[in-house]
């Protein structure tokens, strides 16, 4: 039989104590201090990357700025001795609110074209930082003084950072597939406003009894509640006041889905769609550059029966290959289904793009189009690659030899592909970079532009395996080509001349870079 601790001359082991009530409150409060903290940080560096553009760049910065602020906002920590609760209460409503607006004052900012719009995005992702870096020392100071009896500091440590982690992963989970589509940034920002200044609440409610000056601790709280409430409640005006006078025309749709920012717009002059603040198309002229993708490729193959679209989830690229009566499939391979649904719903859209998305011809594949490639190996006679500017790394991919290799293993062996290749008069360098890259995946690159007014001049490449020739009947009906006209647009004058230029791999991603470079001449 074993012997009582005493009998053995050892001290009796105290009971556990039990968990209270203002414990678990405390614990809870770390949960939803990370989650608000981590919100800000990812819609900062979500809307850096929508107005400021190269998206890795700029959740580079924005986190890594953050992470600074947040170090100097513990340092900060060791200086606050007296009052914990008082302090921990203000941090959160100040939270609450330069946390829960940032989004809506960025969006309003970035709309009245302010130049000091970047000082004041790096400005608040500090402010935020360093508040958000003081709560979590002071919650571990304040639970070790009220359940001193309970913690050593390891355990505490351990507590404190376990909720706090648990936090981090439940925001950066829901944070692309639930709180964006859904609430949109600003009302995403708002609401985790609330929740901080619910904590404040919390505190100020908890600790009643030993707070100096209640009074004003509470109609503070009140006040950045009720502040925030009229943010939430006003969260569509604010979007649609910045985004009409950011897109200069009124907006009839915007949708941020897990993917991109999607804004359309209407004029008198016609209708634009924007991607990430970047221009699409022009209804106006969109028929150029639309006429230009699809049919020099398709014209000279003659015959194509199997068609594969990447990318043109507006459905008008698809629109020009059901001119051909020759077309018996056409998969449309668009990675965000927002694009695809919007397209084929609204009948302001439906009626640029001729229902296209309605053929009994189409098939809608949501997917990203690299790992499609990769996981599919049916083959075609044409590819129409309608991919966004490589802006940045997950877009440059789709312009890398890898990818383009790829397109190589499903183009049949009299097949031609086609990319949008940007402008080879602003981007040049660009241009002839992705020719290079075709070049480097085994395919002959036939090159040519035409003139978009919304764009410039802007340029295309046919791949094959075979030298490309040229159409001698296009369909009936076009607006913009015609056969006595097409050979011009295989010729460049000597500004867009072909120039020495690397490999865009992978590994490196010359091309995010150079256009970069290129294109922020332009809007220097």
């Known amino acids: 039989m074993n012997e009582p601790a005493a009998a053995r001359g050892e001290p009796a082991a105290e009971p556990a104590a039990k968990v209270q ?25 979500t809307l850096a990357s929508y107005l400021l553009g190269d998206s890795i760049l700029q959740f580079s910065t924005v986190i890594g700025t953050y992470l600074f602020a947040m170090g100097v906002g513990s340092y900060l920590s060791r200086f606050f001795e007296r009052q914990l609760v008082a302090h921990f209460l203000r941090i ?6 330069v946390g829960g607006l940032m ?15 970047r000082f004041a995005l790096y400005a608040l992702v500090l402010l935020v930082g360093i508040l958000v870096g003081l ?31 648990l936090g981090a992963l439940a925001v950066s989970v829901a944070f692309p597939l639930l709180l964006v589509p ?67 025309d009124h907006v009839v749709y915007s949708e941020t ?20 603040g970047n221009l699409q198309f022009h209804s106006r002229d969109e028929y150029r550059y639309h006429e230009a993708l699809v049919h020099p490729a398709m014209a000279a193959h003659g015959a194509a029966k199997r068609v594969l679209i990447l990318g043109g989830g507006d459905a008008m690229a698809a629109r020009e290959v059901l001119k051909y009566p020759s077309v018996e499939t056409i998969t449309l391979v668009e ?14 859209l439906r009626a640029l793009n001729a229902d296209a998305l309605l053929s009994p011809k189409l098939k809608v594949v949501n997917a990203d189009a690299f790992a499609w490639l990769e996981q599919n190996a049916a083959t075609y006679d044409v590819i129409v690659v309608d991919f966004p500017d490589p802006t940045n790394f997950s877009i440059g991919k789709l312009y890398t030899s890898s990818f383009y290799r790829l397109i190589d293993q499903h183009l049949n062996a009299s097949g031609y592909a086609v990319v949008q ?18 070049e480097a995946a085994g395919l002959q690159t036939t090159p040519y532009h035409a003139h978009v007014p919304s764009f410039g001049e802007w340029g295309f490449i046919i791949a094959s395996r075979r030298p490309f020739r040229m159409p001698t009947a296009l369909p009936a009906g076009l607006r913009f080509l015609s056969i006595a006209d097409l050979p011009a647009l295989f010729d460049f004058p000597l500004d867009m001349a072909r120039v020495p230029t690397e490999v865009n791999r992978l590994s490196n991603q010359v091309l995010v870079q150079t256009f970069e470079d290129e294109w922020g001449k332009v809007h220097q």
């Open 103 to 117: 989004p809506a004052a960025l969006f309003m900012l970035q709309s009245l074209a302010a130049p000091s719009f």
């Open 21 to 45: 009530p203002a414990e678990v409150a405390l614990l809870a409060s770390v949960f939803i201090v990370a989650a608000c903290g981590l919100v800000y940080e990812l819609a900062a560096g």
């Open 135 to 165: 709560e979590i020392p002071l919650v571990m100071r304040i639970i070790k003084r009220q359940f001193r009896a309970r913690y050593e500091l390891r355990d505490l440590v351990s507590q404190v950072l376990t909720f706090d982690y």
């Open 182 to 248: 859904q609430l949109g940034l600003v009302r995403t920002g708002v609401f985790f406003g609330l929740l901080n200044a619910a904590v404040a609440v919390w505190a100020l409610w908890l600790f009643r009894h030993e707070l100096r000056r209640v009074a004003a601790h509470g109609v503070a709280c009140a006040a950045v509640v009720a502040a925030l409430l009229a943010a939430l409640l006003a969260a569509d005006n604010i979007t649609t006041w910045a985004e009409d006078r950011f897109y200069a």
């Open 421 to 438: 290749t940007t402008s080879p008069l602003v981007a040049r360098k660009s241009f002839w970079t992705v020719a290079t890259t075709i």
């Open 257 to 276: 889905s897990p993917y991109q920012r999607v804004v359309v717009t209407a004029s008198k002059q016609g209708v634009r769609l924007f991607l990430n």
């Open 335 to 348: 990675l965000d289904p927002h694009m695809t649904q919007l397209f084929s719903t609204a009948p302001m």
């Open 92 to 97: 959160e409503l100040l939270v609450g609110l």
